[in-house]
């Protein structure tokens, strides 16, 4: 595994975000649908009120699912908020690290090159990333197509979404 040290961490580099994301998805404590997780949905609603407290409830969430795009770029900002420059800067990398390894092969405008997700949060933080306005969503088999808008021009982005729909076909089969 290819590192990067900033201060005292070492992170992982490159291609090492892919495999972690897909080696978080074969995983027994993997949580695939962490958008509409209740223990999440609490974690989003204390950033609003109490940096300290999400920091601290962020890392344990982060235990859980190190993968969690969105709560890495919120650490950032609110460890930034808190002045902790070097732990800001380590979160960031993460969701900078996961984001690169949903991009890195495809541009996602069509379902040859679709980006390849392993849960729906992850269509929405990229799309947020590239600062999309989302103007329609529609599942076309087993690609999630968003129309936007980016920079005034309208776009679709296809996103294979294979891995959460067999997520959710499994759950269901319980």
Request: hydrophobic share 40%; net charge neutral.
């Given at each position: 595994?290819?590192?990067?040290?900033?201060?005292?961490?070492?992170?992982?580099?490159?291609?090492?975000?892919?495999?972690?994301?897909?080696?978080?998805?074969?995983?027994?404590?993997?949580?695939?649908?962490?958008?509409?997780?209740?223990?999440?949905?609490?974690?989003?609603?204390?950033?609003?009120?109490?940096?300290?407290k999400?920091?601290?409830?962020?890392?344990?969430?982060?235990?859980k699912?190190?993968?969690?795009?969105?709560?890495?770029?919120?650490?950032?900002?609110?460890?930034?908020?808190?002045g902790?420059?070097?732990?800001?800067?380590?979160?960031?990398?993460?969701?900078?690290?996961?984001?690169?390894?949903?991009?890195?092969?495809?541009?996602?405008?069509s379902?040859?090159?679709a980006?390849?997700?392993?849960?729906?949060?992850?269509?929405?933080?990229?799309?947020?990333?590239?600062?999309?306005?989302?103007?329609?969503?529609?599942?076309?088999?087993?690609?999630?197509?968003?129309?936007?808008?980016?920079n005034?021009?309208?776009?679709?982005?296809?996103?294979?979404?294979?891995?959460?729909?067999?997520?959710?076909?499994?759950?269901?089969?319980?």
């Amino acid at each position: 595994m290819l590192m990067v040290n900033i201060g005292k961490a070492s992170l992982p580099d490159g291609a090492e975000f892919t495999k972690m994301r897909l080696e978080y998805v074969a995983s027994p404590q993997a949580v695939l649908h962490w958008v509409s997780n209740d223990e999440r949905k609490a974690l989003l609603e204390i950033y609003k009120s109490d940096k300290k407290k999400f920091v601290e409830a962020g890392a344990k969430r982060l235990e859980k699912c190190p993968v969690d795009t969105k709560i890495q770029l919120m650490m950032g900002y609110a460890l930034s908020e808190l002045g902790r420059s070097k732990e800001t800067v380590k979160h960031r990398y993460f969701f900078y690290g996961l984001i690169q390894s949903i991009i890195a092969d495809n541009d996602g405008l069509s379902k040859a090159s679709a980006f390849k997700v392993i849960s729906i949060d992850e269509e929405y933080a990229l799309c947020n990333y590239l600062n999309t306005k989302i103007l329609r969503q529609e599942l076309n088999g087993i690609y999630d197509v968003f129309q936007v808008e980016i920079n005034g021009e309208k776009k679709e982005l296809y996103f294979d979404a294979s891995i959460p729909l067999e997520t959710l076909k499994s759950e269901l089969e319980k």
